[in-house]
């Protein structure tokens, strides 16, 4: 079995689980739904991690950032390079990454509403973060960033995966053990397989997000936000699963909130490697 073989059968019995168990699709859809989320402040101070990828850029850079969402990354980066083109197809996260652009006044950075296969964005720096996990072709996807970037290109991940670090809470909610998404241990080689050498930084910071509700204050609320953290509202006897194990899901604060236990860190890895533009393979 190839590398990518390898890595589309991990993503085929992920799909497949999310099917059986009659899941949302991971699509365009469910990104457009979640998508004011994904909106943050492009003015606001550089994390450790996000400052490590603009230093990457330089200030006459065109970058592409692909599947950018609705710009968390790439508007920061719009503020450091000459021009920023938002490869992405999800409808909503398009109109966000338009309205958060024209809010901080940024003018050099543009929208093309396109998957990244179809798309023709090229430029200097070209980086996709949080994406390959969903990307069925990525071996196409990846020499389609190197063929598209003159100088460097970058792909920034997490291990585990963030689709993942529920898995925990995931087997207790629906009684199963979740499917991985794949991660760096089949992406590399599939890289590899392709011709791609890059090499791997390990990022200073661990995974945050804003968390857009109130953490629990009593067992009611704590099991309702576990499921809804699983997608297990409807799932037969969840909550009961769930109910029987919140001694060990939450730190509860004395007379204040219950914190999640199930959410493990995750390391930021950044994959990134020198290009020659559109070499011939």
């Known amino acids: 079995m190839t590398a ?3 890595y589309q059968a991990l993503f085929d019995a992920r799909r497949d689980q999310r099917d059986a168990l009659a899941l949302d699709e991971l699509n365009a859809d469910r990104w457009s739904k979640h998508a004011p989320s994904y909106r ?3 003015h606001r101070e550089l994390d450790a991690n996000l400052a490590q990828i603009a230093a990457l850029v330089r200030p006459d850079d065109h970058v592409v950032d692909v599947g950018g969402g609705a710009g968390r990354v790439g508007l920061p980066l719009a503020l450091r390079c000459r021009a920023l083109t938002n490869a992405e197809p999800a409808p909503g996260m398009g109109d ?3 309205a958060s652009a024209a809010e901080a006044g940024i003018t050099n950075a543009t929208l093309e509403r396109a998957p990244w296969l179809e798309a023709g964005a090229e430029g200097d720096f070209v980086i996709s973060v949080d994406v390959v996990y969903f990307v069925r072709e990525i071996d196409e996807f990846v020499l389609k960033l190197d063929r598209a970037a003159a100088r460097r290109a970058a792909i920034w991940i997490w291990n585990p995966t963030p689709p993942a670090r529920n898995a925990w809470l995931f087997e207790i909610a629906h009684g199963v053990e979740l499917v991985r ?3 760096h241990r089949e992406l590399l080689p599939v890289m590899w397989e392709a011709g791609l050498l890059p090499e791997v930084r390990l990022l200073p910071e661990p995974f945050t997000w804003p968390e857009r509700t109130a953490y ?4 009611e609320e704590a099991v309702a936000f576990a499921l809804d953290d699983v997608e297990a509202a409807d ?3 969840a909550g009961a699963r769930v ?3 919140l001694d060990e899901l939450y730190a509860r604060e004395p007379g204040g909130e219950w914190r ?3 959410r493990p860190p995750l390391q930021g890895l950044l994959i990134t490697w020198e290009t020659g533009g559109a070499r011939t393979r």
């Open 4 to 6: 990518l073989e390898r």
């Open 181 to 183: 998404s794949p991660d």
């Open 40 to 42: 943050f402040d492009p």
């Open 235 to 237: 799932v037969p006897d």
């Open 243 to 245: 109910a029987a194990r």
């Open 260 to 262: 999640p236990n199930w």
């Open 216 to 219: 629990p204050t009593n067992e």
């Open 96 to 98: 966000q990454f338009l």
